[in-house]
Structures are given as C-alpha cells and as structure tokens.
C-alpha cells in the first residue's frame, strides 16, 4: 500500500468514526422550533452548549458561558497564516491544531552565580484571535477546544494549579495540591492532567565561565550531571478535581526537567530519558511504575512533539535528511507506529503537531547548513514537497537559550 492509499484509506476511517445525530434529530429540532419564543433561544443554546462540551473533552468551568471563540479557529479546513510575524501578533493554526500560547526564556540572576529560567506567555485570546502578554504564570499548558489552560503561578514549585478561562483571562478554580508542581500536560481527550512534581524548581542555573559565540553569559543546569529532583506525578480528574500522586524514583539523565505527559490511550505516562531504549522515552503506569511502552507509541520520539496522527496510524519521526542551500530544505520521517517501518518523508525538520492524518505544522529552517540556525512554521503535507509559511521567521538565542519563542499547540 504506498502512502496515498494509506492516507485515503485512514481519512475513511476516521470520518465513519464520527457519531450520527440519530434518526430523531430533526423531529428534536422541530420541536423546539414549536415551543414558545421565550423560551426558543435558551433552549437551543443549552443544547448547544452539551453538544460542544461532548465533543471537545474537556468539562466547561461555567456552563453558561457562550463559545466566544473568534470565527476563524471554527473551520476544521482552514489555514490561519501570519507569514511577516515572529513572534507572532494573530493567530496560528492550521486544521485541527492552533497555536494556542507561546512563551519566550531568559535567564534571571539571583546571584553573581546562580539563576532562574523564567517563561513570559502569551496566550491566544479567542474573542481577538490575538496574542496577550500574561506575566502570571511559570507553566501553562492548554486544553482541547482552547477554552480552558491550567496554570502555574511562578516561584516553581507551586502548590496549586489554577484552570484559567481564556475567554475572560480568570482563573475559575484552584486545586490545591500537597506536593510542589512544575510541569503539566493535558490528556488526548482533555479531560485529566497529569502535574509532574519536584523537591526544587526544576529550571534553576547556574553561570558557565565565558560568553557564548555571541558574546552573551551561558547559563546551564543547576543541578549536576544525572541529578534530577523530580519526586512523582499526580493524575487529576479536571471536573472534580480529585487526584492521585504516585512516587517515582529519580532517574539519571542530563536534564532536571523531566516532565510527564500521557500516553495517546491515557493509562500510562511517559517522560524523556535520554539513553532509553525506547526512542528516548520511558514509560510508566500510573502507579509510578516502570513498563514498556505500549505498542503504538514504542518507536515515537519524546522530542518529536507530533507524534501520532489522529487516527493513530501515522507516527511522526525526527529529521532525516537536509539538503544544503538557500534555504535549507529538511526533511523527516513517516512511519508506521506498531512496526517503525518508514512509510514515507515529509519536509519539516521538527514536527510540531498533526493539521489532520495528512498534514502537519513543523519548523522549517530558512537557513542554509552553513549559517546560523533560522526557522519558521510551517505547513507540510504527506506526498507534496510543497511547505506553506505560517508564521515569521524565528532567531536563534544562542548556543544555550533555544529559539526566540516557543510555541504551543492544542487542538481545536
């Protein structure tokens, strides 16, 4: 089957999986129509409000509240590209991905020696389709249906975690937590988070001697090399808020960062570990004990951010190829998630987030091999060489401090 089958056929499937209205749909619709004008538009607006909290994943904080998301985050087709910004002012996304918030680093002394590395976010606010500076948070990850983030204040490890309303920049719940918190990621479908936790801030540095090629301080790890100070995970259900911690045992890696995230099916975690066996990744159930990885996630990438396709017969791979030039042109791999057979190559040297089973948003380097590192994002598509500029073109920060913003994706 080569790539085009595999790709209509996926596409296929996916649609057959979408649920029906049921026969009785329409006679539902009629009767309301036949019910009296006062109370017509409360009733449409209720059910209205079910079926979108259905089909996000994610439980609303207030089920009163309108979808007040901007017209153009709504079409599943659509392309929103602002190719002249970096960092971007106006919304990003492409199918069924958004950029839903960006955080820019630097490192903030607290001695002649020691610092801390602190993120600036800016969050998409879905009644502009723009993006606002919040100052509050050290960590943020956002929800499926871009309505809801969950929040850290800053001073990592933080206690709480706050469910923040995009719509009205509110916080509208505070889970308190007993264990200090620095990082968070969302299930696939929304509605658990999985808070990785730590004895002291994980993004503590200290001071290298010199400058870097650009002449700026280089800062680094605080804690020694294998030395990580994360104690555990908790899962939490996001409507009621109840949660579990479990216990994991340090492990010995270059980073003190060792976030969790969940797995696609949501029963296990899994955090980066360079030097695993499985594709630099370990897995874990949800009592914090080591397991394999499951056998659709065995040869993924945790530094590949994309990951499965939606469908889950896709796996998105890391850079395989670049050719030289002006600009450069990259490319990585496709390939079946259960065997780690390459099906195919799609440009893009770091894949980002699936647009749908066919499409994905990546970064893409404007540079050549012999230049500085440059990219923007980019849309690439299975089958086509072709790449559609999303966004400007982002600088590099120095040998140490990454690019010039770092996005984050969730789904629409």
Do not use: C
């Not at 099916?265 to 009592?287: N, S």
């Not at 190559?345 to 380097?365: F, Q, T, Y």
């Amino acid at each position: 089957m080569n790539v085009e089958e595999l790709v209509r056929d996926s596409l296929r499937d996916l649609a057959a999986e979408q649920p029906s209205t049921g026969p009785s749909f329409a006679d539902r619709v009629l009767a309301v129509r036949r019910r009296r004008r006062t109370r017509r538009f409360a009733s449409v607006a209720a059910a209205t409000a079910a079926v979108v909290a259905v089909a996000v994943g994610v439980p609303l904080l207030d089920s009163g509240k309108d979808d007040v998301r901007p017209s153009g985050v709504l079409p599943q087709d659509g392309i929103n590209a602002h190719a002249d910004q970096s960092p971007p002012r106006d919304m990003i996304g492409a199918g069924q991905s958004v950029l839903a918030a960006y955080w820019t680093g630097r490192t903030v002394p607290q001695t002649k020696k020691q610092g801390t590395f602190v993120r600036t976010y800016r969050l998409l606010d879905p009644r502009t389709g723009t993006y606002k500076k919040d100052t509050r948070w050290s960590y943020v990850a956002v929800a499926p249906g871009l309505r809801t983030a969950a929040v850290l204040e800053q001073n990592l490890p933080a206690h709480r975690i706050g469910l923040l309303d995009l719509a009205t920049g509110k916080v509208e719940r505070w889970i308190q937590l007993e264990h200090g918190i620095g990082g968070l990621a969302f299930s696939y479908d929304g509605r658990r988070l999985v808070a990785t936790t730590y004895d002291e801030n994980p993004d503590l540095r200290i001071k290298e001697k010199g400058t870097d090629e650009d002449g700026k301080e280089m800062w680094i790890w605080a804690s020694k090399y294998g030395d990580s100070r994360r104690s555990g995970f908790y899962t939490l259900d996001v409507a009621s808020g109840e949660s579990s911690w479990s216990a994991v045992a340090p492990v010995r890696d270059i980073n003190a960062r060792q976030d969790f995230s969940f797995s696609r099916a949501g029963d296990l975690v899994y955090a980066q570990f360079i030097g695993g066996k499985d594709g630099l990744q370990q897995f874990y159930d949800l009592k914090g004990n080591k397991v394999a990885a499951p056998a659709n996630e065995k040869y993924l990438r945790s530094d590949v951010d994309a990951r499965l396709s939606p469908n889950g017969r896709l796996a998105a791979l890391g850079l395989t190829k670049e050719v030289n030039g002006h600009p450069g042109k990259s490319y990585s791999s496709i390939r079946d998630p259960r065997t780690g057979k390459e099906i195919t190559k799609v440009r893009g040297a770091h894949l980002l987030a699936w647009a749908d089973d066919k499409r994905l948003i990546a970064w893409e380097r404007v540079t050549s091999l012999d230049e500085t590192y440059r990219p923007r994002l980019v849309l690439v598509t299975i089958g086509s060489d072709k790449v559609v500029p999303l966004s400007g073109v982002s600088d590099q920060q120095g040998f140490y401090g990454g690019l010039e913003w770092e996005p984050v994706f969730a789904r629409r």
